[in-house]
């Protein structure tokens, strides 16, 4: 068959099952569970992101690569560039399916062709079409479709590379490779599994023939490839770390995956094959080899490459079952790029039914649509029959419930119109979950946020202080814990809280969403206009209070939408003596979020929040002075304060009050800076719970707002220290090695701020910037097995191996 008649055939293929699985979408009424929500939503961080890009400025590009630091971004940009087109939603979303279902058909149809003939190739597609482990996946948004389809269409490229005779054509698709390669490292690092022994059989093959040209190509394949994913890697590598631990060995030891050393966990995806297959995909085809192998079966004619095919086959198929059977995480879906290669020798099994018996292979494909239909849609008779000599999950669309989640979304719009809101979602089951109910609310334009509660005892007594929305649910809770549905069930008692609403649930259960009857802050639209842009109405606090404990504290600011929502208020309490604390801030605590056609009007904002005096500042009288700064501009304003003093008084009364400002908190965990890294390990424990009550994290671009420009108008050592928690938990590497640096002349005998900077050096690749920023620690400490550590990480980096592992391993040990 010439590809003219073989291409519309595969577009009819590629349609069909297109149609198939918009029919399904469309029918399901359901919501997108865990997995499915935390991908969605990140299409539309991608989407906000790429509003404004600025593609020649170094910042727009690092923010870019953090919106993501567990996956590389590559479907969340072409799916959120979609949504840019198409409309946002699930819906929309799942279009970017079909896209890379053509990718993997054509790629699949390729490979059949080049291996084998144009007709395996054929079949080969429409077997993908036809497999249980891969339509049930199309169905959801997840990244296994997309990295099945570049792993295969790699390793189409490497094949076609690795039979190409003439030397420009292997040049081109060894370019190919490398593209196809990058792209797939920027879906998945599993790309990389099915790759290996293909790869490492390439490699070894031409060395030990000598064909240097080849081995060459691909050293420069590998080189093309690196433009494309090396960005968002060299950004995000040290989460790579930590991502390994927590998604492969810590979810396989909460799931109760067999251990590496049981037979089962080696056996494991091969006992799942029959499901993930469907039985009449795998017999039919296996009887036919079956019979040619034993010659009681008419073989067609085969061209004498076809043997060398199989055996390419076999490696990566071999190949990828012991690697991904390696992994202590099990889950069939990360496996999925080896599906569509085990199509292809199912295709030559069938290819095997010739003449007269041509009908069986018809009987395998007609009993696989079969199969599907029951397996994706309640058929009268069709569907029971299939449950019975088809076991295994099936996946029929919810059709006829109803789920509250954009009412839950709307209610809190509603109730607080002008500001961000973060929600506790105790609940965690498929149907409602602190993603789903994340990614709703990113739906509103990114007003609602849903999180998810701690479970330990201090973590639920500081959340429930923190939050001010919670979702709860009757009934079954799923995987939330005992202390959080405890909780939960105490929110009804507790006078703090009201139920805002209630839903019912489509297990019958209720769904409850409270709000604390108290905010934090309240916004309040005027209808007259003030004279001043921005003005300080009224301060309260308590008249006496000892330092060193929270001092409740609230403010009323009036003003222009826009001025409120992007400046800053710069507080100083001071006494006559000149002693002071600051309160730095953004108006509304950071939280105002008000529509564009708004931003001209004028509104109140009242903050309720409490300031944290420092426990060892002397007793007097304190007054506020007050500056409102806007950083994009740089303004700085004067404002006219109410007559307000606190006396702080060592045996004044303490004042019941609410969560010192997150901006206080982080200046307060910067102290422990300076004293090694003994309590960081506590600092970054509290700085999550932070960034859980603030998810845009927006209190630390206060704080580095308002210290920068503190610092230029009196360097304090503190105030660095500061500045340089907010740079580093922000990833701004720039930002902390200038403020490291300050640090490092405001506290010259001090040797951490030496090793922290090293260390942003070694986090950057700079290990001979490292290396210099580290000699004043050693000159200060130089018995410090973590400075000699980092020396060692130095040594590595610049090629020293030896003394660098030998001064890395003597740190670790040390270290314990």
């Known amino acids: 068959m010439r590809q003219s008649q073989t291409l519309p055939i595969l577009g009819i293929i590629w349609l069909v099952g297109v149609?198939?699985?918009?029919?399904?979408?469309?029918?399901?009424?359901?919501?997108?569970?865990?997995?499915?929500?935390?991908?969605?939503?990140?299409?539309?961080?991608?989407?906000?992101?790429?509003?404004?890009?600025?593609?020649?400025?170094?910042?727009?590009?690092?923010?870019?690569?953090?919106?993501?630091?567990?996956?590389?971004?590559?479907?969340?940009?072409?799916?959120?560039?979609?949504?840019?087109?198409?409309?946002t939603g699930r819906e929309e979303a799942l279009w970017v399916n079909a896209l890379f279902t053509g990718v993997l058909l054509f790629a699949v149809y390729r490979l059949g062709r080049i291996l084998f003939n144009p007709q395996i190739g054929l079949w080969s597609a429409g077997l993908c079409l036809l497999m249980p482990g891969l339509y049930f996946w199309r169905l959801q948004f997840l990244l296994d479709t997309p990295v099945t389809a570049l792993t295969v269409l790699s390793f189409y490229c490497l094949t076609a590379w690795r039979l190409q005779q003439q030397r420009r054509k292997q040049w081109g698709w060894i370019v190919a490779f490398g593209v196809s390669l990058g792209l797939g490292l920027m879906t998945k690092q599993i790309i990389l599994f099915f790759l290996f022994f293909p790869l490492l059989w390439c490699v070894g093959d031409y060395l030990w023939r000598r064909r240097w040209e080849r081995v060459l190509q691909l050293l420069v394949g590998g080189l093309v490839s690196l433009p494309i994913w090396g960005f968002w890697y060299r950004t995000n590598w040290i989460y790579l770390f930590s991502t390994f631990e927590t998604s492969n060995v810590g979810v396989a030891a909460m799931e109760g995956d067999p251990t590496l050393d049981s037979l089962a966990a080696w056996l494991y995806y091969l006992q799942t094959l029959p499901i993930y297959l469907s039985w009449e995909l795998l017999l039919i085809p296996v009887v036919g080899l079956i019979l040619k192998g034993v010659g009681l079966f008419p073989s067609p004619k085969e061209s004498s490459r076809w043997g060398r095919s199989l055996f390419w086959l076999g490696l990566y198929v071999v190949g990828s079952y012991l690697v991904c059977s390696a992994a202590a995480n099990k889950d069939f879906r990360f496996i999925m790029p080896y599906l569509p290669i085990v199509a292809i020798l199912l295709a030559y099994g069938l290819w095997?039914?010739?003449?007269?018996?041509?009908?069986?292979?018809?009987?395998?494909?007609?009993?696989?649509?079969?199969?599907?239909?029951?397996?994706?849609?309640?058929?009268?008779?069709?569907?029971?029959?299939?449950?019975?000599?088809?076991?295994?999950?099936?996946?029929?669309?919810?059709?006829?419930?109803?789920?509250?989640?954009?009412?839950?979304?709307?209610?809190?719009?509603?109730?607080?119109?002008?500001?961000?809101?973060?929600?506790?979602?105790?609940?965690?089951?498929?149907?409602?979950?602190?993603?789903?109910?994340?990614?709703?609310?990113?739906?509103?334009?990114?007003?609602v946020y849903g999180r998810e509660m701690g479970s330990r005892e201090e973590q639920i007594q500081q959340d429930g202080r923190n939050f001010h929305w919670f979702v709860t649910k009757t009934g079954d809770n799923g995987l939330a814990r005992e202390s959080q549905v405890a909780f939960a069930e105490g929110l009804g008692e507790d006078n703090g809280f009201q139920v805002q609403q209630q839903w019912g649930f489509p297990d019958e259960s209720q769904l409850f969403l409270y709000h604390r009857r108290e905010s934090p802050v309240t916004v309040q639209l005027?209808?007259?206009?003030?004279?001043?842009?921005?003005?300080?109405?009224?301060?309260?606090?308590?008249?006496?209070?000892?330092?060193?404990?929270?001092?409740?504290?609230?403010?009323?600011?009036r003003g222009q939408g826009d001025a409120l929502e992007s400046g800053l208020v710069l507080l100083t309490w001071r006494s006559e003596s000149g002693e002071f604390w600051i309160q730095d801030h953004g108006v509304g605590l950071g939280q105002l979020q008000i529509a564009g056609e708004l931003e001209g009007e004028y509104f109140q904002v009242e903050e309720r929040t409490a300031m944290?005096?420092?426990?060892?500042?002397?007793?007097?009288?304190?007054?506020?002075?007050?500056?409102?700064?806007?950083?994009?501009?740089?303004?700085?304003?004067?404002?006219?304060?109410?007559?307000?003093?606190?006396?702080?008084?060592?045996?004044?009364r303490v004042s019941p009050a609410p969560t010192v400002d997150y901006v206080t908190q982080l200046r307060n965990l910067a102290l422990e800076l300076p004293q090694g890294i003994e309590g960081l390990e506590r600092v970054f424990a509290q700085i999550g719970r932070l960034?859980?009550?603030?998810?845009?994290?927006?209190?630390?671009?206060?704080?580095?707002?308002?210290?920068?420009?503190?610092?230029?108008?009196?360097?304090?050592?503190?105030?660095?220290?500061?500045?340089?928690?907010?740079?580093?938990?922000?990833?701004?590497?720039?930002?902390?090695?200038?403020?490291?640096?300050?640090?490092?002349?405001?506290?010259?005998?001090?040797?951490?701020?030496?090793?922290?900077?090293?260390?942003?050096?070694?986090?950057?690749w700079q290990p001979n910037a490292a290396r210099g920023a580290l000699q004043p620690a050693l000159v200060l400490?130089?018995?410090?097995?973590?400075?000699?550590?980092?020396?060692?990480?130095?040594?590595?980096?610049?090629?020293?191996?030896?003394?660098?592992?030998?001064?890395?391993?003597?740190?670790?040990?040390?270290?314990?």
Do not use: C
């Not at 630390?700 to 503190?718: C, G, I, N, T, W």
């Open 19 to 87: 149609g198939l699985d918009r029919v399904w979408v469309m029918r399901d009424a359901s919501v997108p569970a865990w997995d499915q929500s935390h991908h969605l939503t990140g299409t539309l961080n991608y989407l906000q992101g790429l509003q404004s890009p600025q593609w020649f400025s170094e910042s727009w590009w690092h923010s870019f690569w953090i919106l993501s630091h567990k996956y590389p971004p590559l479907t969340y940009i072409v799916t959120g560039m979609l949504q840019g087109v198409i409309g």
């Open 352 to 447: 095997q039914w010739q003449r007269k018996w041509q009908w069986v292979r018809w009987l395998a494909v007609g009993l696989a649509t079969g199969v599907m239909v029951g397996k994706l849609f309640t058929v009268p008779f069709l569907t029971p029959m299939v449950q019975r000599v088809s076991p295994g999950f099936s996946r029929y669309p919810e059709v006829g419930v109803d789920y509250p989640h954009q009412e839950v979304i709307a209610s809190m719009v509603e109730s607080e119109p002008y500001l961000r809101s973060t929600v506790a979602v105790i609940p965690s089951v498929a149907g409602v979950n602190h993603n789903n109910i994340n990614y709703y609310g990113a739906l509103a334009d990114f007003q």
């Open 526 to 557: 005027l209808s007259s206009t003030p004279t001043k842009e921005i003005t300080l109405q009224g301060v309260d606090v308590p008249s006496v209070s000892p330092g060193g404990v929270p001092v409740p504290v609230s403010y009323t600011w």
């Open 612 to 652: 944290l005096p420092p426990g060892d500042i002397g007793p007097g009288d304190y007054r506020l002075e007050a500056v409102y700064y806007r950083p994009q501009t740089g303004e700085k304003m004067p404002l006219a304060v109410p007559p307000v003093t606190i006396t702080i008084d060592p045996n004044g």
């Open 691 to 764: 960034n859980i009550y603030d998810p845009i994290q927006d209190y630390l671009q206060q704080a580095e707002a308002s210290l920068a420009v503190r610092l230029q108008d009196e360097p304090r050592a503190e105030w660095a220290y500061g500045l340089t928690l907010a740079e580093a938990v922000q990833e701004d590497a720039k930002g902390a090695i200038a403020a490291l640096t300050l640090a490092t002349q405001l506290d010259p005998k001090n040797p951490y701020p030496y090793a922290y900077l090293a260390f942003v050096y070694l986090h950057q």
């Open 781 to 816: 400490n130089p018995e410090s097995e973590l400075f000699q550590g980092l020396q060692g990480v130095a040594d590595l980096m610049q090629g020293r191996f030896f003394r660098g592992w030998r001064q890395v391993s003597q740190a670790l040990e040390e270290l314990g």
